[in-house]
């Protein structure tokens, strides 16, 4: 899961971020920027969907 592992005799390090059970890469600069945009549109997505689905229930 999370956490770093570092390989005897190896100079890389691996570090993973744990965040709510999902691995996420350490993304950094724009990349990360990107990454944080599309995370709020599809939860917005998601909120949406929601909501429309509740209100044909109704």
């Not at 990349?31 to 509740?54: E, I, K, N, Q």
């Amino acid at each position: 899961m999370g956490g770093t592992t570092i390989t005897a005799g190896d100079t890389t390090t691996t570090q993973k971020v744990e965040v709510l059970g999902t691995d996420v890469l350490p993304l950094t600069g724009a990349d990360s920027d990107l990454l944080a945009l599309f995370a709020l549109a599809l939860a917005a997505t998601g909120v949406l969907m929601l909501v429309a689905v509740r209100k044909t229930e109704e």
